[in-house]
């Protein structure tokens, strides 16, 4: 059921036009399945303030790396282009970030 609705999503965003990372169609995923449900949607309010809180102790040569790839869908080359510097070295702080980022919530895990 989850994959059809992100298969529909996709299409609705190529016949619209829009680009959408894998982010924007989790969140989408989350707000039709927490609609009408308000202690659910106080909850995801909590969790995305700790990880909004997170990102903000990664130090920002991660952060900004993790923002443009996972939150605004771009391409490792298109990272790199914008951040100035070689492939390798977006990847390395991507993967380096994502550890960080995960070892910071890992209480979430449990």
């Known amino acids: 059921m989850r994959h059809a ?6 299409q609705d965003r190529a016949r ?22 308000a202690e659910l949607g106080r ?6 303030g700790d990880i909004a809180k997170a990102m903000q102790a990664l130090p920002e ?3 900004t790396a993790i923002l443009l ?3 605004e869908g771009l391409s490792w080359e298109e990272v790199a282009a914008i951040l100035g510097c070689p492939l ?3 990847q390395s702080r991507i993967y380096r970030g994502r550890r960080l980022l995960r070892s910071l ?3 979430y895990a449990r």
């Open 43 to 48: 909850l995801r309010t909590l969790v995305m």
């Open 16 to 37: 619209s036009g829009k680009e959408g990372g894998l982010l924007d169609e989790e969140m989408a995923v989350e707000e039709v399945l927490l609609q009408g449900d």
């Open 69 to 71: 790839s996972d939150v």
């Open 5 to 10: 609705f992100l298969d529909r999503v996709r």
């Open 61 to 63: 040569r991660f952060r």
């Open 88 to 90: 390798g070295t977006v």
């Open 105 to 107: 919530l890992k209480d």
